[in-house]
């Protein structure tokens, strides 16, 4: 069965500085897609990220990046330079190519101090 | 982009009351529409899965006769909350996927708030 286990529960910075929410995920599957999302306040979900089992190359987009270690089955996703819009509940999900059952972890609130 | 509707954002109801919560993918066509239930500072935890012309599959212990799902199209879905009680005051959420695309990624509403009295 299926599992993402996101440890931290919530994590306080002070804007600029940087910070990772780690993702570790559980699978039987061998092809499968790892995602991120952001929920603001407001409770829509932003989706940040996909990525394919079969792509382990981390990426970068702006102020965020992503490291994928299927030695380890963790997603990490750092956010450099924090600043106070980050501010918000994280996701990790991993989604089986089989059935399309997305399963979340329990979420990072993220908070990001001025 | 792919564009989903979820109506209404926010409803308040009296307890005993039932509530249809509407999900429509805008630009696109939908075979699956999932949805998915959020308890404050929890996580989303799928309650079905619909498929346009079928019955819905629904996750182990969410009862189908309290969370009524009709797929009847391929750009809309509802869900219907029946006999609502104030335990059932959630986050509700619907995500969708595009039809004969299996690897495309859900797309998903901006949720409805219930809250029962």
């Known amino acids: 069965a299926q599992k993402v286990t996101q440890a931290q529960t919530e994590i306080s910075v002070v804007e600029k500085e940087d910070v990772t929410l780690d993702c570790v995920y559980e699978?039987?599957?061998?092809?499968?897609?790892l995602f991120w999302y952001k929920q603001p306040p407001s409770g829509e979900l932003v989706f940040l990220i996909r990525?394919?089992?079969?792509?382990?190359q981390n990426e970068i987009s702006g102020r965020y990046s992503w490291n994928f270690q299927k030695s380890t089955s963790s997603f990490n996703f750092t956010i450099t330079a924090s600043q106070v819009v980050d501010s918000a509940v994280y996701f990790c999900?991993?989604?089986?190519?089989?059935?399309?059952?997305?399963?979340f972890g329990e979420g990072t609130q993220l908070t990001v101090n001025p | 982009g792919a564009v989903v509707s979820q109506h209404p954002s926010w409803v308040i109801c009296k307890s005993g009351t039932s509530v249809k919560i509407e999900c429509r993918s805008l630009?696109?066509?939908?075979?699956?529409m999932f949805w998915y239930r959020q308890f404050p500072k929890q996580s989303l935890m799928l309650m079905a899965t619909?498929?346009?012309?079928?019955?819905?599959?629904?996750e182990q212990g969410v009862e189908k006769d309290k969370f009524l799902i009709n797929h009847a199209s391929l750009t809309l879905s509802t869900l219907t909350v029946t006999s609502a009680h104030p335990e059932d005051s959630s986050f509700y959420i619907c995500?969708?996927?595009?039809?004969?695309?299996?690897?495309?990624?859900?797309?998903f509403g901006d949720g409805t708030r219930l809250s029962i009295l």
């Open positions: 619909s498929n346009e012309g079928s019955k819905a599959t629904y």
């Open positions: 990525r394919n089992s079969f792509d382990e």
């Open positions: 699978t039987r599957d061998t092809t499968y897609y």
């Open positions: 999900a991993e989604e089986e190519t089989s059935g399309s059952r997305l399963t």
């Open positions: 995500s969708a996927k595009l039809a004969g695309w299996s690897n495309q990624p859900q797309h």
């Open positions: 630009d696109f066509q939908a075979t699956t």
